[in-house]
C-alpha cells in the first residue's frame, strides 16, 4: 500500500482552472473507478468533494470535476475563488477493504 | 444528523498502548452499507488509513501497521473502539474516524473532528 502520488502544491488566480494529478497504480487507481477527493482547510478535518472518481457530493459545487485515465486520476478546479484555497487529497480503494491516500496538495489562490 | 466525535488520551509515553473511541449518532453501526475507518494525520503531513469495520464485524488493516492495530465496535452503544500498541513519537498524530459508505464504490463522506495524540515521556 504505497501513498499515491501528487504534486505537492499548485496554484492558480481566482477564475482561473486548476488540475490536480493522482497517480496509483494498477493494484488501486487503475483497477478501480473508486478513486475520491477531500478538501482540507487549516485545522479542519477532511471533506468530501467527489467520490466514485466524478460524481459530487449534495452541497459541493460543480465547479470541482473528476476524471480518470489508465493509473491517473484527476481532480479539476475551475472559476478558481479564494475559499478554494485549501490541501486536496485522493484516495483510492486497493481492495480487500483497503484504501490509500495520496500525500497530498497545497492549492495556494494567488 | 450524522456525527462521529473521537475522544482519548491527549498524551501517551513511548511502548503504551493507545486506545481511541469513536462514538457516532445519526446512523446506526448496524446498518449494513455503512462502516467506519480511523484515519490519521501527523502534523504537517498527509492522511493515512489505519482501519475499517464493517456492519458485520469484519475488520481489514493498513498492511503496514496490522501487527499494531485492532478495530471493534460496540452496536449498542453507536461506538468504534481502535487501539495501537507500543505507541512511538512517529505515531503523534491526529486521528480521525470517518462513516465509509459501501452503497457502491466505498468513499468516506462524514468525518469526526479528529484528536490529537502526542507520543511523548
Known amino acids: 500500500q504505497s501513498a499515491l502520488t501528487q504534486p505537492a502544491s499548485v496554484s492558480g488566480s481566482p477564475g482561473q482552472s486548476i488540475t490536480i494529478s493522482c497517480t496509483g497504480t494498477?493494484?488501486?487507481?487503475?483497477?478501480?473507478?473508486?478513486v475520491s477527493w477531500y478538501q482540507q482547510h487549516p485545522g479542519k478535518a477532511p471533506k468530501l468533494m467527489i467520490y466514485?472518481?466524478?460524481k459530487r457530493p449534495s452541497g459541493v459545487s460543480n465547479r470541482f470535476s473528476g476524471s480518470k485515465s489508465g493509473n491517473t486520476a484527476s481532480l479539476t478546479i475551475s472559476g478558481l475563488q479564494a475559499e478554494d484555497e485549501a490541501d486536496y487529497y485522493c484516495?483510492?480503494?486497493?481492495?480487500?477493504?483497503?484504501?490509500?491516500f495520496g500525500g497530498g496538495t497545497k492549492l495556494t489562490v494567488l | 444528523q450524522v456525527t462521529l466525535k473521537e475522544s482519548g488520551p491527549v498524551l501517551v509515553k513511548p511502548t503504551e498502548t493507545l486506545t481511541l473511541t469513536c462514538t457516532v449518532s445519526?446512523?446506526?453501526?448496524?446498518?449494513?452499507?455503512?462502516?467506519v475507518s480511523w484515519i490519521r494525520q501527523p502534523p504537517g503531513k498527509a492522511l493515512e488509513w489505519l482501519a475499517h469495520?464493517?456492519?458485520?464485524?469484519?475488520?481489514s488493516y493498513s498492511t503496514s501497521l496490522k501487527s499494531r492495530l485492532t478495530i471493534s465496535k460496540d452496536t449498542s452503544k453507536s461506538q468504534v473502539v481502535l487501539t495501537m500498541t507500543n505507541m512511538d513519537p512517529v505515531d503523534t498524530a491526529t486521528y480521525y474516524c470517518?462513516?465509509?459508505?459501501?452503497?457502491?464504490?466505498?468513499?468516506?463522506?462524514?468525518w469526526g473532528q479528529g484528536t490529537l495524540v502526542t507520543v511523548s515521556s
Open positions: 466514485e472518481g466524478s
Open positions: 470517518a462513516r465509509t459508505l459501501w452503497f457502491g464504490p466505498p468513499y468516506f463522506d462524514y
Open positions: 469495520i464493517f456492519s458485520n464485524d469484519e475488520k
Open positions: 494498477s493494484s488501486d487507481v487503475g483497477s478501480y473507478n473508486l
Open positions: 484516495c483510492s480503494y486497493a481492495g480487500s477493504s483497503t484504501f490509500v
Open positions: 445519526g446512523f446506526s453501526l448496524s446498518n449494513a452499507r455503512m462502516g
